[in-house]
């Protein structure tokens, strides 16, 4: 064998072994970008699932501590039907008034709303119903009075309107 075969028969091996690295190298990379995009997939859920946690919580906190504190409200609206028989220009009453708007206002600030009651029809998601009267004047399920007002946060009910309802 003369060199040049010689040269050919070993270049030939080595320009294999160089295509066959390429492929390796190429597999290698396809498969870190596929690493890359399933970990960063991986931690977008991540972010995207921690935030509605946090928000769930945060939430969750507010409705706890607003529920507390609705029986406090209950007692100032008890209170301002009793100072309604106060002179209106008295000042116990006007500060009554004021202090009942504030606590109306932030209320409303915290997306907090009232449940309609009286007059409306009885929906069982809203409404409980403790007590049943038969009138033939007024339509079937209908709330004639409420015992104590419910109050909502969206569309989560905080507390459910105790109520009387015509059969």
Do not use: W
């Amino acid at each position: 064998m003369c060199e040049e075969e010689k040269k050919i028969e070993t270049e030939m091996p080595e320009e294999a072994a160089e295509a066959g690295a390429e492929e390796m190298v190429e597999a290698a990379v396809a498969e870190y970008k596929d690493k890359l995009l399933r970990l960063t997939a991986e931690f977008d859920n991540f972010r995207k699932r921690t935030a509605k946690e946090k928000e769930s919580l945060f939430s969750d906190g507010a409705q706890d501590a607003l529920c507390a504190f609705l029986p406090f409200v209950d007692n100032m609206e008890r209170f301002m039907e009793a100072a309604m028989e106060e002179a209106e220009d008295s000042p116990l009453r006007q500060g009554l008034e004021k202090v009942l708007k504030q606590l109306y206002d932030i209320l409303k600030s915290l997306k907090v709303e009232a449940i309609p009651a009286v007059g409306e029809k009885f929906d069982p998601n809203v409404h409980n119903a403790v007590m049943h009267i038969e009138d033939d004047k007024i339509d079937t399920e209908t709330v004639v009075e409420e015992f104590q007002k419910g109050y909502k946060m969206g569309d989560k009910v905080l507390r459910f309107s105790m109520v009387k309802v015509a059969n």
